[in-house]
Nanobody, 121 residues
Framework: QVRLVESGGGLVQAGGSLRLSCAAS????????MAWYRQNPGKQRELVAT????????NYADSVKGRFTISRDNAKNTVYLQMNSLKPEDTAVYYC??????????????WGQGTQVTVSS
């Protein structure tokens, strides 16, 4: 039993900042990687940023490079997305994803419920 809970979304003006959090809990043996995705109505869910647990290697979508930073607190099984210089096109529902090996040693991807980020002009 694993769940991811996101928080930190909201309404912000263009140029502002938000920090999203996602905490994983449950029967977790290890977390191999965590990521943030986003999705708007009528569009496919797109990958925003990833972080690999081993070595904390990060990757970003070109559209957010230099503005967003993904980080994690391994002790808390939590991943963050610091979003600076927000643009209206960043508006979306943001979803947390984690690749987790459970205590039963099954490896699967898990998703949070999503948190709305709205950036006004």
């Amino acid at each position: 039993q694993v769940r991811l809970v996101e928080s930190g979304g909201g309404l912000v003006q263009a140029g502002g900042s938000l920090r999203l959090s996602c905490a994983a809990s449950g029967s977790i043996f290890s977390i191999n990687a965590m990521a943030w995705y986003r999705q708007n109505p009528g569009k496919q869910r797109e990958l925003v940023a990833t972080i690999i647990t081993s070595g904390a290697i990060t990757n970003y979508a070109d559209s957010v490079k230099g503005r967003f930073t993904i980080s994690r607190d391994n002790a808390k099984n939590t991943v963050y997305l610091q979003m600076n210089s927000l643009k209206p096109e960043d508006t979306a529902v943001y979803y947390c994803n984690a690749n987790i090996r459970t205590l039963s040693l099954r490896r699967d991807d898990y998703w949070g419920q999503g948190t709305q980020v709205t950036v006004s002009s």
